[in-house]
Structure formats: structure tokens, C-alpha cells
């Protein structure tokens, strides 16, 4: 056992002795994470570690891929710590839709979720440096968007809270056109699935993987076509 600060984990009975480390520079992330109590330092990933597309994976695969990616980004950088990384897109008919590169790009988004049920995905990478084990999971929530109005549309536009945001929406602004289906997580859709999350902190010990283990490809794809 090290002599870092121990990571606050709530629920967990064998707290995990590593440091938690954010690896992102989200502040819906740190929000979540300081609002359930932990104790954490942030390092966010390297703006690279968010590229590469494969155009023949599914949005619960690329998340995985890329909170792996942001992960590992990290753990190259530090030598002690339990990082944690994540991704978050939108998922409808078919389409992944990431951050909106601009206003036109967010229109296009929400012009295609308007008036549709649609996926949230977050990918959560969970990386012990003193061990060298990681853990990938994907949770989807489920959502509709009511048939959004012009006048919506330019007002949420306008407002440029689209910006920097999966799917060109913040749940937690509190849009009365968004509702999430069922009883599916509502932090998965901000950027981390708390509840996860923390059954994922008490048992990392048990189930992470070795870094050395063929998973690491599987998830980290190495054909070509993927860039
Ligand atoms: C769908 C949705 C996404 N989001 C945000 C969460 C994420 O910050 C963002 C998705 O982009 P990500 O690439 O997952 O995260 P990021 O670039 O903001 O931060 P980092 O890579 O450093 O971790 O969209 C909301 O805040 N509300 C929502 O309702």
C-alpha cells in the first residue's frame, strides 16, 4: 500500500488504496463524481486520444474504444493511480452523433432526433496503474425528443448550449422536449453512469483485466481501416 490520499468510494467495503484520477476535461464529469462524493484529481486526455474513426463499429463499440484510448493516454503520462476515462455519444437510425463541430452540424443532429426515440452510450474505462488492469463498460440510455418546433430549434441554437455536447443536446438543461424512456440512468446521458460506476469501483479488484490479455485488441482495433 502507497501512501497516496485513498480514493473516497462510496458503497465500497474494500476501498480501493489508488488515487482516482478523471481523465477528462469535462466539467459534467467532475460535476457528477464531486456530487457523489469522491475524492479525485483531474488530468484530462490528450485531444488526440478522441480521434480515429472506424466506420464499421456500432456506437457502444466506439465509446469502449475511446474511453480506453483516453484512458491509456493517461496512464502513459502518470505513475501511480486509478484512472478513469469515458466517452459519450448519441445513437438514432443508424447515425453516431458525437460533438457538434458547429451550428449547421448541430442543426443537422437535431433536425434528425427531432420527433425520434433515440440511444445515449458512455463508455467508462477504469485503469490501475499500480496494477496494470483495466476495465471497459458501455451503458445506454434511452430517450425521445418531442417534434421540436422552428422556433425551439433557433431558440436552442441561438442559446449555443449545444455546444461541446453528444448529440447536440444537455439533458440537464432541463428541455421539456427530452425525456428520458423507462428507468434508464440519467447521469449515463450527462457523461457517467454513477451507478455503474460504482459497482464498478467495488468490484475492479475481482474483474479488471491484465494489460497483457488479447482484450486489449479487441478493443483497441488494429485494422487498417480503422485510423
Ligand atoms: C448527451 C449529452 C452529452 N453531454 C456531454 C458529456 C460530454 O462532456 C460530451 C461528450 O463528449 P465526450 O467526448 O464524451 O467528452 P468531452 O470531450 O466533453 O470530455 P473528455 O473527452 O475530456 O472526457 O457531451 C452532456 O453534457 N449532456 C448530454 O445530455
Redesign the pocket.
Known sequence: MNDLPRAELPGSRSPNPESLIL???????AQLLSAAGYEFSIQ??SDS??CGICSRETAPEM?AR?AYR?AADVVARIDQGLVL??????SCVGSIL??PHNRDHAEEMLRLLSGREHD?Y?GVCLWSRRNETFQVDVVRTRLRMSELTEEQLSEHLDSLRWE????A?????GNDW?TIIGNDSESN???LPMERLAELLENFERKAEKITTPTIDSIESSDSSCS
Open positions: 481523465a477528462s476535461g469535462s466539467p459534467r464529469r484530462p486526455a486520444a478522441e465509446v475511446l483516453k476515462a469515458a466517452d459519450t455519444v448519441a458525437g460533438k445515449v458512455t461541446g455536447k453528444a448529440g443536446f444537455g439533458f440537464q438543461d427530452l446521458v450527462v457523461g
